[in-house]
């Protein structure tokens, strides 16, 4: 499930109705661009063509009255593109003014996640599973910097904002996989910020909350753990501290200082947590970390290990790790 | 400054002879050679060079970092360098583009050079004001190299909050006060200006007898001294609250990060104009000069000026469509965006009428000039798309965005600038400098600014956000030609630094008015005597005199 990797695309797939009137709106647009610009084009390069010095093109004063002819090249320009904004302010309103019963997913955005819940309580990180053929609205906050939320698959973006909700809304209308992004420039991997969009069947979709979505569950709930214990600010990257980053570290070969080196699995991983003295790290990196021994519950603990085996290597979505 | 006397001298403009050589004191390049006299200089053609020589350095500071960029993106991965140098390369490029060459390239070197000798003045209204502004300049700009050589600054050059003053662990206190710093340089030159218009004028030289270089110049200062006081107090805002925490922006401390939004681009949406208007200023003297013709619509292209520095003032909201203000608020900035294309049009469209009929000489001046033309009308129609709300909500951050402000910056005031250094070179330094080449490069430039640059309209289209060091495999193509764009744009950069450097030395020697050109500067020797003018300069009956004039000029200058 990737978005297709053809070669060269000249045009992005439309999900939604009003994506593909933005569509239409830009496609016109581009011809009333055309019609004013490639006048000027072929006007500047035939003149400098037949008026060079010395031809002998007849350069008799034209006798137009500059004053007429100088407000009709300033209004009919303005008065053409101000259709377009008529029209392109009536799809914006159409766009901030969502239906009573669209369903409301939750999006926290932080450097650099997003987390989407939805209203039956699962919720998945960097990948959005939703609905086609039903409203939805995307409630939108940020917990630290200026995040946005970019679906360029319905041509829709939002800024997520640290002290306030935002806003967005649209009814898609056909299923695939699409990018999902960040689209405001956050900090170090702002550009990995993102994931799928993944527009599903209303059948499919309560297939995967009963399934996929509970899994996700788990993964996301030890994020939240993983944060609230502190690991987050040593271990994510971009952080002051430059502990070793845990992306794709579960089932990859770890170097130890010894010269050994051990597959990081679940037990390496649980042993590794409550006492990170053992199993020193080749590379000559300083061990700073404190014991957790006693400090995190069993469960706690699980969710945390079942994270980072779901912590997807850098410019990977989660759910292509699982 | 006496007034010349003659009322009929007007009327039999004859071809320039150069004054007597013997007995004439050294031009202002030769008076004196001390270090001292160039570095405590207040005459305004010295203070120009020192900018000059300035600004270039930064347009290589800026334009390495840019190579940088465009390496990196030529694999999708990030494979060739981290997420954050490149951050810092992206960074860096912008805040030395933006207010280390762009804003003040035209102004503060050609505007600074040609503006009192245009209006037929001895120097600008403060000379030492000018040489102080040159300091402060140099202040900010040692602030903003400091944090480069630190480590670098990964905010992007619009410094948003709260990234910028609670989560970046890069150098932002010395970008930010550089920044800060070198607004007062810019606020300076401005109130300068504007003082040398309204008072220095030769005798007989009304407002609409000046050369539109001097309007838009004119027009520019007024963003100066309106806008910048904005951009400082958000800066120092900034600066207090990423050193002390007060909470102005940040909402950790009570602040509001949409307001710094609003205050940066108060600034920096007029500073847009800043950038172009000189640059519209540069375009108006060359086309009639190569046309051999009046330039088209004088008084409605000095007014556009005009227009275009007072609509820039109620725009800045379309930069924040989809940033968290009111619907009601987007809708009236974007009605209020579409007004800029009025004044737009008419230059483009005067420019164009001037050529009709002219007497064309295609010379490196007029080449970057019609090069600037097609440009700048792209570069403009399409922030009319990013100013229509519901394509903005698609394409507003992606690569859509990038194109479309290069076209307008760098097609635009770069062309520009280029095309003003090889048509007041010989002014400057009396010396010609070699044509072929001059050629060559203005073409080379051409042709790879727009391979490296229309893809991206394609890449945003398709969706590509910007400041993204990885991206997506299936953009890698467009990247790509994007990035070998940049490689023929940069050898187009590089033969100019050679070959103007390379005349300093050994191009031929320029008479007084190489182009036969009309205007003020022209009237007296290349390069000038400090004092501009040996005897006080004829004003001619109508600006812009040239051979050819079409019946229009009758009604406009009755």
């Given at each position: 499930?990737?978005?297709?990797h053809?070669?060269?695309?000249?045009?992005?797939?439309?999900?939604?109705?009003?994506?593909v009137?933005?569509d239409?709106?830009?496609?016109?647009?581009?011809?009333?661009?055309?019609?004013?610009?490639?006048?000027?084009?072929?006007?500047?390069?035939?003149?400098?063509?037949?008026?060079?010095?010395?031809?002998?093109?007849?350069?008799s004063?034209?006798?137009i009255?500059?004053?007429?002819?100088?407000?009709?090249?300033?209004?009919?320009?303005?008065?053409?593109t101000?259709?377009?904004?008529?029209?392109?302010?009536r799809?914006?309103v159409?766009?901030?003014?969502?239906?009573?019963?669209a369903?409301?997913?939750?999006?926290?955005?932080?450097?650099?996640?997003?987390?989407?819940?939805?209203?039956?309580?699962q919720?998945?990180?960097?990948?959005l599973?939703?609905?086609?053929?039903?409203?939805?609205?995307?409630?939108?906050?940020?917990?630290?910097?200026?995040?946005?939320?970019?679906?360029?698959?319905?041509?829709?973006?939002?800024?997520?904002?640290?002290?306030?909700?935002?806003?967005m809304?649209?009814?898609?209308d056909?299923?695939?996989?699409?990018?999902?992004?960040?689209?405001?420039?956050?900090?170090?991997?702002?550009?990995?910020?993102?994931?799928?969009?993944?527009?599903?069947?209303?059948?499919?979709?309560?297939?995967?909350?009963?399934?996929?979505?509970a899994?996700?569950?788990?993964?996301?709930?030890?994020?939240?753990?993983?944060?609230?214990?502190g690991?987050?600010?040593?271990?994510?990257?971009?952080?002051?501290?430059?502990?070793?980053?845990?992306?794709?570290?579960?089932?990859?070969?770890v170097?130890?200082?010894?010269?050994?080196?051990?597959?990081?699995?679940?037990?390496?991983?649980?042993?590794?947590?409550?006492?990170?003295?053992?199993?020193?790290?080749?590379?000559?990196?300083?061990q700073?970390?404190?014991?957790?021994?006693?400090?995190?519950?069993?469960?706690?603990?699980?969710?945390?290990?079942d994270?980072?085996?779901?912590?997807?290597?850098?410019?990977?979505?989660?759910?292509?790790?699982? | 400054?006496?007034?010349?006397?003659?009322?009929?001298?007007?009327?039999?403009?004859?071809?320039?002879?150069?004054?007597?050589?013997?007995?004439?004191?050294p031009?202002?390049?030769?008076?004196?050679?001390?270090?001292?006299?160039?570095?405590?200089?207040?005459?305004?053609?010295?203070?120009a060079?020192?900018?000059?020589?300035?600004?270039?350095?930064?347009f290589?500071?800026?334009?390495?970092?840019?190579?940088?960029?465009?390496?990196?993106?030529?694999?999708?991965?990030?494979?060739?360098?981290?997420?954050?140098?490149?951050?810092?390369?992206?960074?860096?490029?912008?805040?030395?583009?933006?207010?280390f060459?762009?804003?003040?390239?035209?102004p503060?070197?050609?505007?600074?050079?040609?503006?009192?000798l245009?209006?037929?003045?001895?120097?600008l209204?403060?000379?030492?004001?000018?040489?102080?502004?040159?300091?402060?300049?140099?202040a900010?700009?040692?602030?903003?190299?400091?944090?480069?050589?630190?480590?670098?600054?990964?905010?992007?050059?619009?410094?948003?909050?709260p990234?910028?003053?609670?989560?970046?662990?890069?150098?932002?206190?010395?970008?930010?006060?550089?920044?800060?710093?070198?607004g007062?340089?810019?606020?300076?030159?401005?109130l300068?200006?504007?003082?040398?218009?309204?008072?220095?004028?030769?005798?007989?030289?009304?407002?609409?007898?000046?050369?539109i270089?001097?309007?838009?110049?004119?027009a520019?200062?007024?963003?100066?001294l309106?806008?910048?006081?904005?951009?400082?107090t958000?800066?120092?805002l900034?600066?207090?609250?990423?050193?002390?925490?007060?909470?102005?922006?940040?909402?950790?401390?009570?602040?509001d990060?949409?307001?710094?939004?609003?205050?940066?681009?108060?600034?920096s949406?007029?500073?847009?104009?800043i950038?172009?208007?000189p640059?519209?200023?540069?375009?108006?003297?060359?086309?009639?000069?190569?046309a051999?013709?009046?330039?088209?619509?004088?008084?409605?292209?000095?007014?556009?000026s005009?227009?275009?520095?007072?609509?820039?003032?109620?725009?800045?909201?379309?930069?924040?469509?989809?940033?968290?203000?009111?619907?009601?608020?987007?809708?009236?900035?974007?009605?209020?965006?579409?007004?800029?294309?009025?004044?737009?049009?008419?230059?483009?469209?005067?420019w164009?009428?001037?050529?009709?009929?002219?007497?064309?000489?295609?010379?490196?001046?007029?080449?970057?000039?019609?090069?600037?033309?097609?440009?700048?009308v792209?570069?403009?129609?399409?922030?009319l798309?990013?100013?229509?709300?519901?394509?903005?909500?698609?394409?507003?951050?992606?690569?859509?965005?990038?194109?479309?402000?290069?076209?307008?910056?760098?097609?635009?005031?770069?062309?520009?600038?280029?095309?003003?250094?090889?048509?007041?070179?010989?002014?400057?330094?009396?010396r010609?400098?070699?044509?072929?080449?001059?050629?060559?490069?203005?073409?080379?430039?051409?042709?790879?600014?727009?391979?490296t640059?229309?893809?991206?309209f394609?890449?945003?289209?398709?969706?590509?956000?910007r400041?993204?060091?990885?991206?997506?495999?299936?953009?890698?193509?467009?990247?790509?030609?994007?990035s070998?764009g940049?490689?023929?744009?940069?050898?187009?950069?590089i033969?100019?630094?050679?070959?103007?450097?390379?005349s300093?030395?050994?191009?031929?020697?320029?008479?007084?008015?190489?182009?036969?050109?009309?205007?003020?500067e022209?009237?007296?020797?290349?390069?000038?005597?400090?004092?501009?003018?040996?005897?006080?300069?004829?004003?001619?009956?109508?600006?812009?005199?040239?051979?050819?004039?079409?019946?229009?000029?009758?009604?406009?200058?009755?």
């Amino acid at each position: 499930m990737t978005p297709d990797h053809a070669a060269l695309q000249l045009w992005p797939v439309a999900a939604s109705a009003s994506a593909v009137e933005a569509d239409e709106l830009i496609l016109a647009f581009t011809v009333l661009t055309l019609v004013l610009t490639v006048p000027v084009f072929i006007a500047i390069t035939w003149f400098a063509l037949r008026y060079r010095e010395g031809s002998d093109a007849d350069r008799s004063p034209s006798g137009i009255r500059s004053n007429l002819i100088e407000i009709s090249w300033m209004l009919i320009p303005f008065l053409l593109t101000l259709v377009f904004f008529v029209w392109g302010a009536r799809l914006f309103v159409d766009s901030k003014n969502p239906p009573p019963d669209a369903m409301v997913v939750e999006v926290i955005g932080r450097q650099w996640m997003w987390k989407f819940q939805h209203p039956t309580g699962q919720s998945e990180i960097n990948d959005l599973h939703l609905p086609i053929g039903q409203p939805i609205k995307l409630r939108i906050i940020s917990q630290d910097v200026i995040h946005a939320l970019y679906l360029p698959a319905v041509r829709m973006q939002v800024a997520a904002l640290p002290d306030r909700y935002t806003e967005m809304w649209f009814k898609a209308d056909k299923v695939g996989t699409f990018h999902l992004y960040c689209s405001e420039y956050c900090g170090t991997d702002h550009s990995v910020m993102g994931g799928k969009l993944t527009l599903m069947n209303p059948g499919d979709y309560q297939d995967w909350l009963v399934h996929a979505g509970a899994q996700q569950g788990v993964a996301a709930a030890g994020r939240a753990l993983y944060e609230a214990y502190g690991c987050a600010s040593c271990h994510e990257p971009g952080s002051p501290v430059k502990a070793p980053s845990l992306a794709g570290l579960y089932g990859s070969k770890v170097a130890l200082a010894d010269g050994r080196s051990v597959v990081a699995d679940d037990e390496w991983l649980r042993q590794k947590i409550l006492n990170p003295n053992g199993d020193k790290l080749a590379g000559g990196g300083k061990q700073v970390m404190p014991s957790f021994a006693g400090r995190i519950p069993e469960d706690e603990l699980n969710k945390i290990v079942d994270f980072i085996k779901a912590y997807p290597r850098p410019g990977q979505s989660a759910e292509a790790t699982r | 400054m006496s007034a010349s006397g003659t009322i009929e001298g007007a009327a039999h403009r004859e071809p320039h002879a150069p004054e007597a050589t013997i007995g004439r004191k050294p031009d202002y390049l030769h008076a004196e050679s001390t270090l001292r006299s160039w570095f405590l200089t207040t005459d305004h053609k010295r203070i120009a060079l020192l900018y000059l020589a300035s600004i270039t350095g930064f347009f290589v500071i800026g334009a390495l970092a840019a190579g940088v960029v465009r390496l990196a993106l030529v694999v999708p991965n990030g494979a060739i360098m981290t997420n954050d140098t490149y951050n810092k390369a992206f960074t860096i490029h912008g805040v030395v583009m933006v207010w280390f060459f762009l804003i003040p390239s035209i102004p503060a070197t050609f505007g600074n050079f040609l503006i009192p000798l245009m209006i037929g003045a001895k120097d600008l209204a403060f000379p030492k004001l000018n040489l102080t502004s040159w300091y402060v300049f140099m202040a900010g700009a040692l602030f903003t190299l400091v944090s480069v050589v630190l480590g670098g600054v990964d905010t992007g050059w619009t410094f948003y909050a709260p990234l910028s003053t609670a989560f970046s662990n890069t150098w932002v206190l010395p970008a930010l006060i550089g920044v800060t710093i070198v607004g007062f340089s810019s606020i300076l030159t401005g109130l300068n200006f504007v003082v040398t218009i309204h008072t220095m004028r030769a005798p007989g030289m009304t407002w609409f007898k000046l050369p539109i270089f001097v309007w838009t110049h004119y027009a520019t200062s007024l963003i100066f001294l309106l806008a910048t006081p904005v951009i400082t107090t958000a800066l120092i805002l900034l600066i207090a609250e990423r050193a002390f925490h007060v909470g102005v922006f940040d909402p950790a401390f009570g602040g509001d990060p949409v307001l710094f939004q609003h205050l940066f681009w108060f600034y920096s949406h007029p500073a847009v104009y800043i950038m172009v208007l000189p640059g519209m200023g540069v375009i108006s003297e060359i086309v009639p000069a190569f046309a051999r013709k009046k330039l088209f619509g004088y008084r409605f292209v000095a007014y556009a000026s005009i227009g275009l520095a007072s609509v820039t003032f109620f725009v800045w909201g379309h930069h924040m469509f989809v940033n968290g203000q009111s619907d009601l608020a987007s809708l009236v900035f974007s009605a209020l965006s579409f007004a800029v294309a009025v004044p737009s049009a008419v230059k483009v469209y005067n420019w164009t009428a001037t050529i009709h009929k002219g007497a064309l000489r295609l010379d490196t001046p007029m080449l970057y000039a019609m090069g600037y033309i097609g440009l700048f009308v792209l570069g403009g129609l399409t922030g009319l798309y990013l100013a229509t709300l519901a394509i903005n909500q698609h394409i507003h951050a992606t690569y859509f965005v990038v194109a479309h402000f290069h076209y307008i910056m760098v097609g635009g005031t770069v062309l520009a600038f280029l095309g003003g250094l090889h048509f007041w070179w010989p002014k400057f330094t009396g010396r010609m400098y070699s044509e072929p080449w001059g050629r060559v490069s203005a073409i080379l430039i051409f042709l790879g600014f727009n391979v490296t640059f229309f893809p991206q309209f394609i890449l945003g289209y398709l969706g590509m956000p910007r400041r993204y060091a990885t991206y997506p495999p299936e953009f890698q193509l467009l990247n790509v030609l994007s990035s070998a764009g940049a490689t023929i744009l940069a050898a187009g950069y590089i033969f100019p630094m050679l070959y103007l450097v390379y005349s300093l030395w050994f191009g031929r020697k320029a008479p007084a008015n190489p182009w036969d050109a009309k205007g003020l500067e022209w009237e007296t020797s290349s390069p000038p005597p400090t004092l501009n003018f040996v005897s006080p300069p004829e004003v001619p009956r109508i600006p812009y005199d040239y051979p050819i004039q079409a019946t229009e000029s009758k009604d406009q200058h009755r």
